[in-house]
Each structure stands twice: as structure tokens, then as C-alpha cells.
């Protein structure tokens, strides 16, 4: 690969893992928001009180939020769906949102994107604070995962859109 032609492969590259992210970071935004919007009902105020940082916690205080009867009932199926997709593509979105990244290419033009993170889970159960996750993404693997993603954020879109619309929070998005 010429100098030219590794810098047009990371850049597509790294558009792949940008849209990746941005879809994510639109799902993990709209359970944030729906946590604060839940303030005014008093059945979840166990749930509302902070919105966390932390996607993973979102997702456990949406899903007791829809364990409720409540205003948001009529919305469970279809909130779980969207639930169990976004968490089902976390390890990949966190690797390729925190990890490193180098670029692996061959003199005949094969190439692939080498991402490295630590990993707090595997470091606790090897005892090695040094254990890490690799793994190597070809172009093709990051445009499956930007596509699965941009979908499920193009739906969650759709399923928050519908629910606001009903519970009175029109354009609040």
C-alpha cells in the first residue's frame, strides 16, 4: 500500500468508528433523557433521582422504570428491544471508542484496524492490571457494525419519538 493509500483507508476507517460511536452516543443520550422526563412521574422516583454517566447504569434504571406499572408500560416491549440491541453492542462500541488503534496492512494490500484497550474484567480475574482486549476489524467488520448501529439508533429514534409524542413531550427531542 502506497503512503496515500493507508491514509485513505484510516480515513475510512475512522469514519466507520465515528458513526459507530455517534449512533451510540444518540441511544445512551435519549435513556438520559428519558430518566429526567420520568421526574414527573412519582412512581419513579426511585429510579430518577441521578442520571448516571454510565450507560450500563442508564440501562439498569430504564429497564426497573418499565418493571413498574406506570406511564411508560404501554411502552415496555418495545423499549426492551432497544435495550437488549444497545447493550448487546457495547463491548464493540467501548473498544472501539477507548481503545487504540494502529493499522495492520500487507504488501498486498490487505489491511486491517488493530484495537487494543485494557480490560478492568479480565484484569481482575487474571490478577494482571496489564490484560488487555485485541482485536483486529477489517473495513468490511467496522461497515457490518456501522450499519447494525445506525439502525438501532435510527429505531430507538423512532420508538422515543412515538412515546414522547404520546406521553405529551412532543418536541422535546
Known amino acids: 500500500m502506497t503512503e ?3 491514509k ?4 475510512m476507517g475512522m469514519s466507520e468508528r465515528g458513526w459507530i460511536s455517534n449512533s451510540y452516543a444518540q441511544i445512551e443520550y435519549l435513556l438520559g433523557d428519558l430518566i429526567v422526563h420520568c421526574r414527573e412521574f412519582p412512581v419513579y422516583n426511585a429510579q430518577t433521582g441521578t442520571v448516571s454517566h454510565s450507560a450500563a447504569k442508564r440501562v439498569k434504571k430504564v429497564r426497573a422504570i418499565l418493571a413498574l406499572d406506570g406511564p411508560l408500560s404501554p411502552f415496555a416491549d418495545k423499549m ?3 435495550l437488549d440491541a444497545f ?4 463491548d464493540v462500541r467501548n473498544l472501539l471508542a477507548h481503545g487504540f488503534c494502529s493499522i495492520h496492512y500487507t504488501p498486498t ?5 488493530v484495537f487494543r484497550k485494557f480490560d478492568r474484567a479480565a484484569a481482575a480475574e487474571a ?3 496489564a490484560a ?3 482485536r483486529t476489524f477489517r473495513l468490511v467488520d467496522l461497515q ?3 450499519a447494525q448501529m445506525v439502525e438501532q439508533a435510527q429505531n430507538a429514534l423512532a420508538v422515543f419519538v412515538g412515546m414522547y409524542n404520546s406521553l405529551g413531550w412532543n418536541g422535546s427531542l
Open 4 to 6: 496515500a493509500q493507508i
Open 8 to 11: 485513505e483507508f484510516a480515513e
Open 80 to 82: 426492551t428491544e432497544v
Open 87 to 90: 447493550e448487546g453492542n457495547d
Open 109 to 113: 494490500g490487505d489491511a486491517g484496524f
Open 127 to 129: 490478577e494482571d492490571d
Open 132 to 134: 488487555a482486549i485485541i
Open 144 to 146: 457490518y457494525h456501522r
